[in-house]
């Protein structure tokens, strides 16, 4: 069980609460004229029961404080900072742990409230990066439908339920990577009688749980406990959990707390004056700027000491410099597992190294999703109908192989034929995160209903189970959209970020339409921890210990020397994937094998056996076959 590391609160500004004072702090730009501190009785609307000029710190221009005596408890707060005889705006300045309802003002309160009970024994399960197998979740997908059986719909609480972290630990994944959980802007938390979806890639207060996941945005300690309690009962659970987090963009500039306490000095701007949008979303934050960077190490750490956190994802991580990326893995305990989209939704006002995927080598220690693999499998990003793999469609079996390498360098890889990386990226195999869907573009069923023609419901699961086998035995890090293993589809919505519940929800019922799906989901990844064979961890054994057979079109199979991997019990493996419409032959040493993985069936205790005496074993049409001695 890893310790915390201590908590530091140098570079962390706001309020720091005392029964018999409050003590406000923030940092602004130094030409700022004037500081006003705001106090609230409640979080939105009313006067000021208290309007206090800030005192600038002495020998720091930049620093504002003021003391208020008495115990605020309870109350709310605003900074507004006057530049050019102007003020910005009232907000609660970018270092809030706790706010209001739509996350408008500080919310003072006493943090040491905020544990549930037992709390200061919750402990970061201990999985190695190797071993994870995480699950990709929307709070509000996962619970929202009456099918899931849980009763607090769309909250932080429903992981703490019995009925969702038992349906977690039998399909044995280890991690949940939860879709964006900081307060952010598109759901109005004063309107929760009323459904509204989005799935948060909007900042507002980086350090504060959104209001929408909890039962009672109005109460900010509400949402602080919530959300510990499900870090704690997933964590008894053994499930890791992971924050989706999103440094490169605010929701808006003007109305942003960077914005209104430091004008222009968090985001990028063009060699025009304009700002840069490299997010895509209409900005861009500039990670290599002192204060900025510090925000983000310092934010990390706040969320690993205060929540507990075992790990981050960041969006658009190409839209940060490397230097910030390897600053956040030195500040926090090596067990944290930090991955992000190694590339930008545009291009970026940085002329240094950006923590892009072909950058990785830089940083030790943090891994990138890879669209080779995930592209190769069910086609590319750019077209929902173009197949690849999956699909039938040849010239996809060495950017395959590069994902099953996990992005290293690997003598039977041809990288010259990779789709979108000509040299591996990764050092170690733990660098890349391997998947065929994520809450972006189609989820797989929709993926390969609009790409694979005429396709059958027996066919799409075949495809289905084959996809989610390529995947699980990966050296990379495996990584499942959550519903996957419902087979779940968003009738064809590509990019659902604000679609209705009816598209977003899983459909539990499904486990008992397709209960093929789930069983062989299960199977795979119970499989695949028993197994060191498929999770090595290190490139060099990687090298050591897996060679690929003969590449043919739409036929991927490689061999495993299961006795060079330390804790293996299995001897020789073979592992080969057939996208063909028929059944294909692989050519193995001859010998008695036995069968864990066959058509729709994947139990590492074996199916049947098989001896060879031609040397030919034969997979069945559009699946995985996988054996041992
Ligand atoms: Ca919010």
Known sequence: ????????????????????????????????????LRIYKDG?????????????AKGHDGLWHAEVKGDLKGKFYTFDVKYGGKFMGECPGIWATAVGVNGKRGAIIDMASTAPAGWSADSRPSIAAKDLIIYEMHHRDFSIDPSSGIEHKGKFLA??????????????????????SFDYASVDETRMGEPQYNWGYDPVNYNVPEGGYSTDPYKPEVRILEFKQMVQALHKAGIKVILDVVYNHTWNIDGSNFQRTRPDYFYRKNADGSYSNGSGCGNETASERKAMREFMVESVKYWVEEYHIDGFRFDLMGVHDIETMNAIRAA???????????????????????A?????????????????????????????????FLGGVKGNEESIKFGIVGAIQHPGVDYSKVNYSKAPYATEPTQM??????????????RLKASVKDITTDELIRLDLLAQTVVMTSQGVPFLLSGEEMLRDKKGVHNSFESPDSINRLDWGNLESYPQVMEYYKGLIAMRKAHPAFHMGSADMVRRNLDFLPTENCLVAYHINGRGVPGETWGDIYVAFNAHKRARNIEVPDGTYTIVCRNIKCDQQGITTVTTRNGKVTIPAQSALILHN
């Open 44 to 56: 939105l609307g009313g006067k000021p029961v208290k309007t206090i000029n800030m005192r600038r």
């Open 433 to 446: 995160i391997a998947y065929v869907s994520c809450h972006d573009d189609m989820c797989l069923v929709d």
């Open 159 to 180: 992981l703490t339920e019995p009925h969702a972290i038992n349906h977690l630990k039998e399909l044995g994944v280890n991690a949940v990577h939860i879709l964006p």
């Open 1 to 36: 069980m890893a310790l915390l590391v201590p908590l530091s609160t140098n570079a962390r500004t706001g309020v720091n609460y005392t029964p018999g004072a409050s003590r406000f702090s923030v940092e602004t730009n130094d030409d700022a004229q004037q500081v006003k």
């Open 356 to 388: 892009m995927k072909a950058n990785i080598s830089k940083m030790p220690g943090i891994a990138a999703f890879s669209d080779e693999m995930r592209d190769a499998l069910r086609g590319p990003w750019d077209s929902n109908s173009k197949a690849s």
């Open 332 to 354: 926090v305990p090596a067990d944290i597992f930090i991955y992000g989209e190694g590339w930008s939704a545009g291009s970026c006002a940085y002329s240094g190294d950006l």
